[in-house]
């Protein structure tokens, strides 16, 4: 952990650079990829599998019976839990539903806005070190709240060629129509280009590691939008003296075992409540099963005391986290002073953890700063908004003049001779 005490502001543009690879070597290696799956298809995929994950696939997509076995090998118990979390986030994305309404700009002329569902989506699930079944909820359920046609799901496969039965269940309940058994950047250029088996989609969401991160950004050569840039997974904390440590370590261990190159960041004002959270972070990373990932993020991450909490939301609307919780007392003052942040969880006991599953808001977020000009996934991510305009004969009178004024002084006759051909028109009748 690298701790920091009071740091000048002359070295925050350091303490909020997130680990990268190399972008030449990215941008090689994607390029590559690409190139494969749109010249090879399927059999891309498959060699990939085999390379990547060290899985035996020879149909790519999950049939109907894989789908309706995973049913009966999870848990009852997990099925409930599922469904409650189903419910809460429908419950909030449902809600970003909202009515046409037709605004009369001037006299005759109307003017309105409707959504039209995204056709076809892909949505990629990580499924290496953690099979995350929950991000198809996140993603699957505003897709169908939408009404888009085609929810296409691409997710790597296990050694022996399978997928998580939680990720088979989950797509189902959800509305998933075709699911696929391929990951990382080689299922992003599968659905921008589409193979015998993957259809072509229009946009891709989900988030992933750098590789995928770099084949998103990608596939936007090609014609196909996508969500935003979800990278590896980060946590800031903002602890004053009523913060409780072992929550907080509780918090920043949530992120770092999502990989190696997850990253979180720790900024107290109050030093007894920083020393206690360090050798609390200590303490509870020895028990975790997955450790070794947390202990290689943990050499990321920045654990820094500052004097005051409005110098602690500086530094936080600088680095622009993923997730931000304020372990405040008076956390309701100083929700105005948050600019940049993906999702935001307030008090003691919002631990990330029910953003990341069933509270409802969606947890897939901008990461790597770019919360600074990106929103977290929404229902709004799978519409087109279409806006509409009706002119009576009236409306184009009261609003034709000033039209043709500026269309000439643009220098566009012909613009400006829609507007006076139909007048001239309206003249003659009269």
Same mark, same amino acid.
């Given at each position: 952990?690298?701790? &920091?005490?009071?740091?000048?502001?002359?070295?925050?543009?350091?303490? %909020?650079? @997130?680990?990268?690879?190399?972008?030449?070597?990215?941008?090689?290696?994607? $390029?590559?990829?690409?190139?494969?799956?749109?010249? &090879?298809?399927?059999?891309?995929?498959?060699? $990939? !599998?085999?390379?990547?994950?060290?899985?035996?696939?020879?149909?790519?997509?999950?049939?109907?019976?894989?789908?309706?076995?995973?049913?009966?090998?999870?848990?009852?118990?997990?099925?409930?839990?599922?469904?409650?979390?189903?419910?809460?986030?429908?419950?909030?994305?449902?809600?970003? %539903?909202? *009515?046409?309404?037709?605004?009369?700009?001037?006299?005759?002329?109307?003017?309105?806005?409707?959504? @039209?569902?995204?056709?076809?989506?892909?949505?990629?699930?990580?499924?290496?070190?953690?099979?995350?079944?929950?991000?198809?909820?996140?993603?699957?359920?505003?897709?169908?709240?939408?009404?888009?046609?085609?929810?296409?799901?691409?997710?790597?496969?296990?050694?022996?060629?399978?997928?998580?039965?939680?990720?088979?269940? =989950?797509?189902?309940?959800?509305?998933?129509?075709?699911?696929?058994?391929?990951?990382?950047?080689?299922?992003?250029?599968?659905?921008?280009?589409?193979?015998?088996?993957?259809?072509?989609?229009?946009?891709?969401?989900?988030?992933?590691?750098?590789?995928?991160?770099?084949?998103?950004?990608?596939?936007?050569?090609?014609?196909?939008?996508?969500?935003?840039?979800?990278?590896?997974?980060?946590?800031?904390?903002?602890?004053?003296?009523?913060?409780?440590? *072992?929550?907080?370590?509780?918090?920043?261990?949530?992120?770092?075992?999502?990989?190696?190159?997850?990253?979180?960041?720790?900024?107290?004002?109050?030093?007894?409540?920083?020393?206690?959270?360090?050798?609390?972070?200590?303490?509870?990373?020895?028990?975790?099963?997955?450790?070794?990932?947390?202990?290689?993020?943990?050499? !990321?991450?920045?654990?820094?005391?500052?004097? =005051?909490?409005?110098?602690?939301?500086?530094?936080?609307?600088?680095?622009?986290?993923?997730?931000?919780?304020?372990?405040?007392?008076?956390?309701?003052?100083?929700?105005?002073?948050?600019?940049?942040?993906?999702?935001? $969880?307030?008090?003691?006991?919002?631990?990330?953890?029910?953003?990341?599953?069933?509270?409802?808001?969606?947890? =897939?977020?901008?990461?790597?700063?770019?919360?600074?000009?990106?929103?977290?996934?929404?229902?709004?991510?799978?519409?087109?908004?279409?806006?509409?305009?009706?002119?009576?004969?009236?409306?184009?009178?009261?609003?034709?003049?000033? %039209?043709?004024?500026?269309?000439?002084?643009?220098?566009?006759?012909?613009?400006? !001779?829609?507007?006076?051909?139909?007048?001239?028109?309206? !003249?003659?009748?009269?």
């Amino acid at each position: 952990m690298k701790i &920091n005490k009071y740091p000048d502001k002359n070295t925050w543009s350091e303490l %909020i650079k @997130r680990p990268v690879l190399k972008r030449e070597k990215l941008t090689e290696i994607i $390029f590559d990829i690409f190139k494969n799956v749109e010249e &090879n298809g399927d059999q891309a995929l498959i060699d $990939f !599998n085999k390379k990547f994950d060290n899985a035996e696939v020879k149909n790519i997509q999950v049939s109907e019976e894989e789908i309706e076995n995973a049913e009966s090998i999870i848990s009852d118990e997990l099925k409930l839990a599922i469904q409650q979390a189903k419910d809460n986030i429908t419950k909030f994305h449902a809600s970003q %539903i909202v *009515e046409i309404e037709k605004i009369e700009t001037t006299k005759g002329v109307v003017c309105w806005r409707e959504n @039209r569902a995204i056709e076809k989506v892909g949505i990629y699930i990580p499924g290496g070190t953690a099979p995350l079944f929950s991000t198809v909820l996140m993603l699957a359920i505003p897709a169908q709240l939408a009404g888009c046609k085609e929810i296409i799901l691409c997710t790597p496969p296990d050694k022996n060629g399978n997928i998580n039965p939680a990720i088979l269940y =989950t797509a189902k309940l959800c509305g998933v129509t075709k699911i696929f058994k391929t990951g990382g950047a080689q299922a992003i250029a599968a659905m921008t280009f589409g193979t015998e088996s993957i259809p072509k989609v229009y946009k891709i969401f989900g988030p992933g590691n750098q590789y995928v991160v770099a084949a998103k950004e990608y596939c936007q050569k090609f014609g196909v939008a996508i969500d935003m840039p979800a990278g590896p997974s980060e946590v800031l904390v903002i602890a004053d003296e009523n913060a409780i440590p *072992e929550f907080c370590a509780a918090d920043l261990l949530s992120q770092t075992e999502h990989g190696s190159d997850s990253q979180v960041i720790f900024i107290s004002t109050n030093e007894k409540i920083f020393n206690q959270t360090i050798k609390e972070t200590e303490n509870q990373l020895k028990e975790l099963p997955r450790n070794e990932l947390a202990k290689e993020s943990l050499k !990321n991450s920045h654990f820094i005391l500052l004097s =005051t909490i409005d110098e602690a939301l500086e530094f936080s609307n600088l680095y622009a986290p993923e997730h931000l919780i304020l372990a405040l007392e008076d956390f309701e003052k100083y929700i105005p002073k948050i600019q940049n942040a993906g999702s935001v $969880f307030l008090g003691n006991y919002s631990c990330e953890s029910a953003g990341d599953y069933a509270s409802g808001t969606n947890h =897939t977020l901008p990461t790597n700063g770019f919360a600074k000009n990106y929103s977290g996934v929404s229902l709004d991510s799978f519409v087109k908004k279409i806006t509409f305009q009706n002119l009576s004969e009236e409306g184009l009178q009261n609003l034709g003049e000033t %039209i043709e004024i500026m269309a000439e002084a643009e220098g566009l006759f012909a613009h400006k !001779n829609a507007v006076t051909i139909r007048l001239n028109k309206e !003249n003659e009748r009269i």
